[in-house]
């Protein structure tokens, strides 16, 4: 853990109250979850089943029950002679199921595919001296007739969508820009107009810094006739993976605005690999353009 981490954890849940809320509302929701909703958060908020219904095939790979080795159902003692298929009916399947259903009824869009009917139908069939495997991963082909194949259109036509996916995810990480910009109006008044007659306008720059280096930013007024920017802090300098914030005075002579409206451009340039233009929208008093 690093050195920030570790005084986050030694300052204690009142040094930082917005974390330690959201921690604490998680674990609570997922204790009320737990404790009320229980198997209906799968069975009606949870989307599996329905994707699952909608992806598989006949030779798709579930959780399936071998209803020609299982059946018939016969309950069985050691001691007796077993008469009926592998399935001794001792329900461990549906006890087990964390959404309650029978796995021996077939494919139900409520199966999770969490596979714990397969573990404690294993251990029955290990204690009873049978083979296991009566509920296995398998498909719906091959418990009717054996038929089992991989190579089938919707293999190749999922496998293309994914790489497409992950390909645009993968290059929209690597063309992402290593900061993030982002232009706000001033707080209180949108403008304020000097003794001198000219317009002043507060904005407020954030700069969010994705890179794992420092930077420091310098903020430029690019290609406004007449106009100034005054900037406390500038350059601004970013920690790696932190945010700031800094205030930006722009003054500008009523002969800029049209409508009560002025257009500038802020450049903002690390000097290294960032660098980006935004435009920013001025306001003044209407009727002030053209020296009235």
Request: glycine residues 10%; aromatic residues 8%; charged residues 20%.
């Amino acid at each position: 853990m690093g050195g920030r981490g570790q005084l986050e954890v030694l300052g204690g849940q009142l040094a930082h109250p917005v974390a330690f809320a959201v921690m604490l509302g998680t674990t609570l929701l997922m204790f009320f979850d737990f404790a009320w909703f229980r198997e209906q958060t799968c069975i009606v908020a949870c989307p599996y089943g329905r994707f699952q219904s909608v992806l598989l095939d006949r030779y798709s790979l579930i959780v399936g029950y071998d209803a020609n080795r299982g059946e018939p159902r016969a309950k069985w003692r050691r001691k007796e002679e077993r008469t009926g298929g592998d399935c001794i009916d001792c329900h461990l399947c549906v006890s087990t199921c964390p959404t309650g259903i029978d796995i021996r009824e077939g494919l139900q869009m409520e199966c999770v595919a969490c596979t714990q009917c397969i573990d404690a139908c294993d251990e029955v069939m290990d204690r009873i001296g049978l083979e296991p495997g009566l509920i296995r991963y398998t498909s719906q082909a091959e418990l009717e007739n054996g038929e089992r194949t991989f190579s089938r259109p919707r293999v190749f036509v999922y496998s293309a969508i994914l790489l497409v996916m992950f390909g645009t995810f993968a290059f929209s990480l690597a063309e992402k820009e290593t900061a993030d910009v982002t232009l706000l109006r001033g707080l209180g008044s949108p403008f304020t107009v000097l003794p001198s007659g000219e317009v002043s306008n507060q904005l407020r720059i954030k700069i969010a810094n994705r890179s794992p280096e420092n930077h420091s930013y310098m903020i430029v007024l690019d290609g406004s006739e007449g106009m100034t920017m005054i900037a406390p802090e500038n350059p601004l300098t970013v920690a790696a993976g932190e945010t700031e914030m800094t205030s930006a005075f722009i003054t500008a002579p009523p002969s800029a605005f049209s409508d009560g409206e002025a257009l500038i451009a802020l450049q903002i340039d690390d000097g290294a690999d960032f660098s980006e233009t935004l435009e920013y929208r001025l306001l003044g008093p209407t009727g002030a353009g053209n020296g009235q």
